[in-house]
């Protein structure tokens, strides 16, 4: 009884990573493209240059 046990919390585990990974890689590719957008949407600034489109 113990060992199936064991295999199914291993099993409940790596099903629960695999979806949160899936989930952060979606993220991590919204996010790069927010990014990409920000460099193709920015603005000039007052002294006729490129300016940042982010606060950082």
């Not at 695999?18 to 920000?38: C, E, T």
């Amino acid at each position: 009884m113990v060992p199936i046990l064991i295999v199914l919390l291993l099993a409940l585990i790596l099903f629960g990573a695999g979806f949160a990974l899936k989930i952060l890689w979606w993220v991590a590719l919204i996010v790069l493209a927010v990014w990409l957008l920000g460099f193709l949407v920015r603005g000039t600034s007052a002294s006729g240059g490129r300016g940042r489109w982010y606060r950082w």
